[in-house]
C-alpha cells in the first residue's frame, strides 16, 4: 500500500491534506482528506457578552466574515426578542448581497478559473490568479480586481470594514446610509450587474463551448447523489439572509422544512479521530458513514445544493440562466459536482439582480435603524447561506446576556461528507483511467475539492490539543471492528 | 496548603504617608511578618495597574498597594484616583482567575504604624491560606 | 530593473482574512507581482510545502506570515519559513499579537476538546471519539497535527523582524510596508508598521477630558451620541490603550474600538493601560458608588484582551 498526500492543498481558503492510499495492483483504495487545524471559536465565546459575538465570529473566517457576522446578529436578535427595523433589515441585506458578490468574484476567477482557463495541464506557477489574467488580458484582469473592489466598497460603506465587519446590533445596525453613499452604491451595482452578466458571458465562452470541459463536468469522474439543502422564501426560492431550511432528497422531492429554532432535530454532527472538523448529517437518517445515494444521510450544500433544494430564483436574469443549466443538465437535482461553478456564476447574477432592487428602495435611507432590546430571552439561533452553504450560529446566554454556550456549525462541514465521497469517486476513476497517479491527475483530484469552494478557515472554528488515543478499526465495508483505547 | 509556604507579597507604599507609617511600624518594634519588599512610590495615584499585573506575573503572591487617607494626599487626588482604580484592578484579577483577597488597597497615614502591621499581618495570613500563586510557572506555557 | 523579490506568503493558525487583505490591495497586486518572483502562498498559488523545503537558506527576501500558532504544524512551517527568509514579518494581529484565536487562552485545552467534539448539542458522540494526531484506517495510517496547550503569537516561536498590525491590516498599512521593502528603505528591526500616537489622537469624536461617566451602557443598550467620545459616554472603547494607524474604522461606523492595532507605543499591556483608563471618567469619589458603577462592566478580561491575552503581561488565564 503506498500513501499518496497532497499538503497543503492549495487556491483553496484554509488548510487541508489529502491522503491518497494506493494498492499494489496502481488501484486507489481510499481518500481522507484531513483538517488538520481547530481554533476552539465555541469555548472562548463563553462568558462574552453575547452582542459582542457579531464581531469576535467573523475571524472564524476572513474569506467570508460576513456571513459569520449576519449569522451571529440574527441569533442575537433573537436573543434580545427583538426584530431588527425594516430599514435596518435591508441595510443588512444590502450589505450581505455585495459580500455575496464579492466573495463568489473572489472564488471564481482567484479559485476556480485557474483549472479552466489556465488549464489542468499548465505549470504550476501559472495556474493561479495571475495566470488567469495573463490569459484573459491585463484588461480583463483589471476589471476583476474592481469589481470585487466595487462590492467591498459596498461592504465597506455600511459596515465599517470591509472584511471584519462591525454594522451588526441587535434590533438593527450601527450606521445609517447617507443619500451620497446609496447614490455610489447605486453606481456600483449597476455595474456590478454589468459584470455578472459579463462573467457568465465567460463561463458560456470559455467552458460551455469547450466540449472538453462541457464532457468533464458532465462525466461521471466528479458524480455524487446525496441530498440538497438551503434556506427558501415562502415561496420556496432561494433566499440568503432568511426563511426556512429546506432539504430535498436524491430525486429532488423535499423531505424536510425547517425553521432554525428546530435545527437540532434535523442535523447532527459525527467525529472522525483523523480529522478535527466534524461531519455534519441529517439526525433523522443517522450517521450512515461515506455513502452517496439511496442510503446515505449526507447533505450537498452551496451554490449547487441550494439551486437543488430550491424551486427558482426571485430575480429574472438569473432566473433564465437556472432554467437553461438544469436544461443542459437534464436533471434535478444535479449530481454533476463540477456544475458548482456553473450554479456560482448564476448566483452571482441574482445576487446583483436583488442588490440592484435593494438599493432603488427609498426607506434604506430612514434613520429608523435600531429597536432597543426591552429583555433578554436567552437564546438565539441564526441561520444564513454562507457563500459556501447553510450556516448555524446557536447561542444560549445568562439573564445578563452574558453567553454560556455557543454552537456553530459551518457551511463547509455541511459539505464535508460530499467533498470527501467526490474525492473518493474521482480519485478512483481518474487513476483507473490513466493508469497511474501523477501531478495532472492530483491537480484534477484537487479540482474536485475546489469546486466546492470550501472554507476551511471557517471550518476549522475550533481548536483542541493532543489527547489520549482512541483508534477506531474499520474492515474494508467500514464498520468499526475494534477501538484502541490509551487514556 | 503547604505549611512551610512563605507568600511573597509585593507592597507599594506612598512615601509621604504609608512608608512613614510603616517606617513607625519598624522603629517602634511592632511585630509584622517579613514577607513584604515594599517599593517606595511617590504616590498611590502613582501606581500604575501594569505594576500590579507585573508584579503577579513575575511571582509575587499577593499585592498590598498603601497611601494617605482621603482628603490627606500630596497630590490632592492621587489616592481618589487609586480609589477608583482598585475595584476595577480586583475585578481583572479575578476574571484571570487570580482571587480577590491578594489584591488590597489600603489607607494607612504617617503614625498609623500599628495599622500596618495589622494590614500586612491579613494579607498575609489569607494569601497564604490562599497558596502559592505561580504565575511564573502559569506563564511559562505560553512564553 | 533590478532583480525580483522573492515573496512568500503563510497563513499559520489564521482566518485567511490576511490573506484577502493582500488581495484588497486591487490594482497594487500587480505591482507585487512585476516586482516578486512569489514563492508560495496557499491561497492562491499551487507550490507546495515540499517546493519550500527544498529553497535554500535565506533566499526567500521577504516572507509575511500571518495566523497564531497553536499547532505541531504551525510551528514546524514557522521555523521552516524563518530558516527560509532574509526577512521574517508578522502580518496582522494574529502572528503579531495572538489575535482572537488566541482568547482561548482563557481556556485549557481540555475544556475546549470537551466542548467541541463531545458536549455540544448537535453532537452524536456517545464512543467520546476526539481527533488523534495519528489514526490507523484499514488502509494504512493517518497523521494530523499535534495542537499545542495554548496559543502564541509568531515572536513567540522564532525570531520575527517586523510586525504589521490590524484586523486584517489596512490598505494604506500594507502600501506603506510594501513601499518599504520595495524602495529598500526598511525601519530599524522591531519596528510595528502603523501610526505614532493611541487611536484617541486620531479619532474624530469629540474629547472634553471631563470626568463625567456615572454608568456604563453596553453597546446595544442605548443610541449614543455620534460625535462624542464613546468612553466619555460610558462605551467601553479600547481607544486609549491602543495604536494609531487604522483611521478609527470601527469607531466610525459608530462601534467601539477592541484594540485590533494592539498596544500604543508606551503601553507594554493593553488591560493596565484600559483600567487607568476607564478609571478616569468615573465621576464619583464614594467606594460604595464606584463599586455599583463598574459592576456594569461586563467581561473586562475578552473586553481589554481581546486581540492580545497570549501577549499580555499574564499570557492566559488561571
Ligand atoms: S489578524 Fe484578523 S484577519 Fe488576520 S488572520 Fe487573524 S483574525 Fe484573520
Ligand atoms: S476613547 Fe474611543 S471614542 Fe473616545 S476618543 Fe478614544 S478612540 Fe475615540
Ligand atoms: S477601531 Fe480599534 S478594533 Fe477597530 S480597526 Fe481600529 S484598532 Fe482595530
Ligand atoms: S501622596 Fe499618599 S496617596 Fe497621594
Known sequence: MKKITIDPITRLEGHGKIDIFVNDADEVENVYLEIPELRGFEKFCEGRPVEELPRIVPKICGVCPGVHHMASTKAVDMVFGVKPTETAKKLRQIFYQAHNIHSHIAHFYALAAPDFIVGVDADKSSRNILGVIAKVGVETGKKVIESRAKAQKIQAMLAGHQTHVVMGLPGGVSKKMTKEEREEAKRYAAELLEFAKFTNKIFEDVILKNKAYVDLILSDTYETNLYSMGLVDENNKMNMYDGKVRVVDTEGKEVYKFKEIEYLDYIAEHVEPWTYLKFPYLKKIGWKGFTDGKGTSLTLVAPLGRLNAADGLTTPLAQAEYERMYKTLGKKPVTKMLAQHWARVIELLYFAENLVELLNDDSILSDDIRNIPQEVKGEGIGIVEAQRGTLIHHYITDEKAMVKKANIIVATAFNYGAMTLTLKNAAKKLAKKEGKIDDKILNMIEMAFRAFDPCFGCATHSLPGTMPLIVKIKNKKGEVIDIIRRD | ?143 | MSAKLNLAIYWAGSCGGCDVSILDINERILDVAQNCDIKFWPIAMDFKLSDVEKYADNSIDVCLFNGCVRNSEQEHIAKLLRKKSKILVAFGSCAYLGGIPGMANFNKKQEILDRVYVEAQSVENSEKIFPQPHTKVAEGELEIPVFHDYVKSLKQIVDVDYFIPGCPPTTEIINTALNAIFSGKLPPKGTVIAGKKNLCEECPKEKTDEKKVKKFVRPYQVIFDEKKCLLEQGIICIGPATIGGCGARCISANIPCRGCFGPALDVSDIGAKMLSAVASVIDSNDPVEIEKIISEIPDMAGMFYRFTLPVSLLRRSK
Open chain 2, 1 to 143: 496548603m503547604s505549611e512551610n509556604f512563605e507568600p511573597r507579597i509585593v507592597a507599594f507604599l506612598c512615601r509621604w504617608c504609608s512608608y512613614t507609617g510603616a517606617d513607625l511600624a519598624g522603629t517602634s518594634r511592632i511585630k509584622y511578618p517579613a514577607n513584604v519588599v515594599p517599593i517606595k512610590v511617590m504616590c498611590s495615584g502613582r501606581v500604575d495597574p501594569t505594576f500590579v499585573l507585573k508584579a503577579f506575573a513575575d511571582g509575587a503572591d499577593g499585592v498590598l498597594i498603601c497611601g494617605c487617607h482621603p482628603g490627606d494626599c500630596h497630590y490632592d487626588i492621587g489616592n481618589y484616583n487609586m480609589q477608583k482604580r482598585a475595584p476595577l484592578i480586583s475585578k481583572l484579577l479575578k476574571e484571570m482567575g487570580i482571587e480577590e483577597k491578594r489584591f488590597r488597597l489600603e489607607w494607612v497615614s504617617a503614625s498609623e504604624g500599628d495599622r500596618f502591621a495589622e494590614v500586612v499581618k491579613e494579607i498575609t495570613e489569607e494569601v497564604r491560606n490562599l497558596g502559592p500563586l505561580n504565575w511564573k510557572e502559569i506563564k511559562e506555557a505560553v512564553k
